[in-house]
Structures are given as structure tokens and as C-alpha cells.
């Protein structure tokens, strides 16, 4: 027999990209009422088991608990370590338009209805983990324990991944009888849900959060071999910052801030006095020791306000460089993201890279990590301000 005639045939590629890109949080849409029969949650296990582990050794544990007393006690441990501040929380951004209003409305209806769900699933492992924060037992299990979820899912029922039963992990142990010497890793309600229509959850693609041999390195394209500014090459730095993005919002749009920190920019000015907006331009005066120095023309390209600032430099048909703020918001915190393209018009980097081709990729690396420390200092100077 050939060893075409031993190999498995293809996967439906799409089916399981699928089941991948709509696994989600599910907690308002699991069905409270519709009973889940054990032998599904063990295929989803074998299923789970097949997940890669550490040492090739078979450590990982699971515990089903199905008793409606067992888990009318969890919803208690659960309410005690987290649960009453969701609701809490739910409760005091109820109708205030908050970014995570609706994450704690989903949150403090779990906490709420979590003795009501058929069944929940405590994923552990054989060992202790040292506390440390360095890889060890987890990474033998939180793949597979994932797996169930996708597994779950790709069957009609819906999981949600919750970690905040284990600030009372002895009691949690004590209470499901797991030995001292095994450690829980989460705690993870199954349900059916009600309706299937999940979808992908809004998130950064790829080429804005995954780094090309140095971090923080962006591509819009490519790379090519050799490397080209019509490749989009680009750097991006992120910092959070203790305080609503309103407040940080002064210091993005104050072009001329950056000058106190930026070893390149030397002073910014808008060209009209006004409140910024889309076409609105500004003048930077920069100096390098390789390119000298230069007034560039900036033009803004996006604006809205508390969220998004960005610029193109020299023309926004041809910019030579675009650069851009965004404003995330995180829990009690904000997530500020500081990036910027170069090319494809007019810039020093097209200058060296046109006259020196055979030396374009040190050309645009060099470029970008100059660029980098520069914004570095930036993001970390508006970090400063807003925090005091």
C-alpha cells in the first residue's frame, strides 16, 4: 500500500477556522434549561487530550461537576472571589455607555446563573506550579483545555474560560476533593446555547500585532527579497497608561509635546490656529545626524476624538511617512499605540534606499529602530504627564 493510500484525508479548512474564530465567551446565551449528556463532554475530552503536553507525559486531570449542591457551593466561592464585584461593577455602568459595560453586564449574569448551568468542568493538572510567573505545569494544559472548548463549540455548546474561582483555590480543591499536590487551572461552564449565530470577535490583524524578526517591526506587505518601501515597512510601540484616554488625549494632539522627548523632532506648529480636524496640517522641524535637517508638511488623515489621531507627511496621496496615536481602553486603564508607515512617497529612507539598493535592508532596519527609541521616549513622556 502507497503512502498516499495511508494518508488521512484533507481537513475542511474553513470548518475548522469556523469553529476556531467564533468560540467566544458565552455566558448570557447559555441554555440553563437544556439538560447536556455526559458522553458528550468526554468525546470533547478525548478530543482535548490529544493536545500536545510537556514531556509527552499524561498529567492533565478533569473534574465534571454535575450535583446541583456542589454547584450552588462553587456559585458561592465564585461570588466571593470575583462574582459580587461583577455584579457591582455591572450595576454602576449600567447605562453609562462605558466601553465594558457590556463585558460586565455578560460577567455578572454568570456569577449570577452559575449554579443553574447542566454542567462545569474544572480542567487540572498532576503538580504544582511555582508561582513564579515562568512557563511550567500551564503549558501542559491550557492548550487542551482550550481544545474542549473548541471542541464544545464545534458541537453546539458553548463554554466560557473564568480564572477568578481560583483565588480561593483551597477552598475549591477542598470542596471537589482534588489532592494538594494537583493545581486547577480554570473553571469553565458548558451549556448548549441558545442560537448558534457566533461570530469573529473585532481584532487587530496580523500584520499589526505579529513582528518580522525584530519586535515591534511592522509590513503592510511583503516583505520582499530584498526589502522595498512599497513593502510598508513600519515600527509600532505600546504603552498603558493609568489614566481615561480623555486625559491622554491633550498630549497626542499637542503636536509640538513630542519635541521634549523625540531625539529627531525638534519643534511642531499648527499652520492655522483652529480646533484639528481631518485636512488640517502642521509643520515639524527635524534634525538627523545622518539626513540633517528638514520642515516636513503634515497632513491629518484620521481624528476622532479620545480614539484615533494620525498624519501623513508630505502628501496624503503620496505620504512619505504616515504616523498614528490610538486610544484603547483597558480595564481602569488605557492602552496607548503609537505606530507609523514609511513610504511609499518622499522620505530620507527612499533617498538612501534609491542610491544605496544593495544596502536597503539595513537601510530600512536601521531606520525603523531610530524611530522606535524615538517613540519610545514619547509614549513614555505622555505616559509621565498623564500619570501626575
Avoid at 469553565?188 to 525584530?214: H, S, Y
Wanted: proline share 7%; charged share 25%.
Amino acid at each position: 500500500m502507497s503512502a498516499d493510500q495511508h494518508a488521512s484525508p484533507p481537513l475542511d479548512a474553513a470548518a475548522v477556522d469556523h469553529a476556531l474564530t467564533t468560540t467566544r465567551a458565552v455566558r448570557r446565551r447559555l441554555d440553563l434549561e437544556r439538560p447536556v449528556d455526559d458522553d458528550i463532554i468526554f468525546d470533547c475530552i478525548d478530543i482535548a487530550e490529544q493536545a500536545p503536553t510537556g514531556g509527552d507525559q499524561s498529567s492533565r486531570r478533569w473534574v465534571i461537576v454535575r450535583d446541583p449542591e456542589l454547584k450552588a457551593r462553587l456559585a458561592d466561592l465564585y461570588l466571593a472571589s470575583g462574582g459580587e464585584w461583577m455584579i457591582d461593577t455591572r450595576d454602576r455602568l449600567a447605562g453609562t455607555g462605558h466601553p465594558r459595560e457590556r463585558v460586565m453586564a455578560s460577567a455578572a449574569h454568570l456569577a449570577e446563573h452559575l449554579a443553574e448551568v447542566p454542567a462545569i468542568v474544572i480542567p487540572t493538572i498532576i503538580g504544582l506550579h511555582d508561582g513564579s510567573g515562568r512557563p511550567g505545569l500551564f503549558d501542559s494544559v491550557i492548550q487542551s483545555a482550550w481544545s474542549l472548548c473548541v471542541a464544545l463549540r464545534a458541537r453546539g455548546l458553548g463554554t466560557t474560560w473564568t480564572t477568578a474561582i481560583l483565588e480561593r483555590g483551597d477552598e475549591l480543591s477542598d470542596l471537589l476533593g482534588i489532592p494538594a499536590d494537583n493545581t486547577p487551572i480554570a473553571m469553565i461552564p458548558v451549556a448548549w446555547t441558545i442560537g448558534t449565530d457566533f461570530r469573529p470577535a473585532p481584532r487587530r490583524p496580523a500584520r499589526e500585532i505579529a513582528f518580522i524578526d525584530r519586535y515591534g517591526h511592522t509590513w503592510a506587505s511583503g516583505p520582499s527579497n530584498p526589502p522595498s518601501l512599497l513593502d510598508g515597512p513600519g515600527t509600532v510601540v505600546e504603552i498603558d497608561i493609568d489614566a481615561p484616554p480623555h486625559e491622554i488625549w491633550q498630549y497626542v494632539t499637542d503636536v509640538n509635546f513630542a519635541a521634549k522627548f523625540s531625539r529627531e523632532l525638534q519643534r511642531a506648529a499648527w499652520d492655522v490656529d483652529g480646533e484639528p480636524e481631518v485636512g488640517a496640517t502642521f509643520t515639524g522641524s527635524n534634525e538627523n545626524s545622518y539626513m540633517g535637517e528638514w520642515d516636513v508638511t503634515c497632513h491629518v488623515v484620521e481624528y476622532e476624538a479620545d480614539r484615533c489621531f494620525a498624519w501623513s507627511t508630505v502628501s496624503p496621496d503620496d505620504p512619505g511617512a504616515t504616523w498614528r496615536y490610538e486610544l484603547e481602553p483597558l480595564a481602569g486603564s488605557t492602552r496607548l499605540r503609537h505606530s507609523v508607515v514609511i513610504g511609499p512617497g518622499p522620505s530620507g529612507l527612499k533617498r538612501f534606499v534609491e542610491s544605496n539598493p544593495d544596502r536597503a535592508a539595513q537601510g530600512i532596519t536601521g531606520r525603523m529602530s531610530g524611530l522606535r527609541d524615538n517613540m519610545n521616549a514619547v509614549v513614555a513622556g505622555i505616559k509621565s504627564a498623564a500619570e501626575n
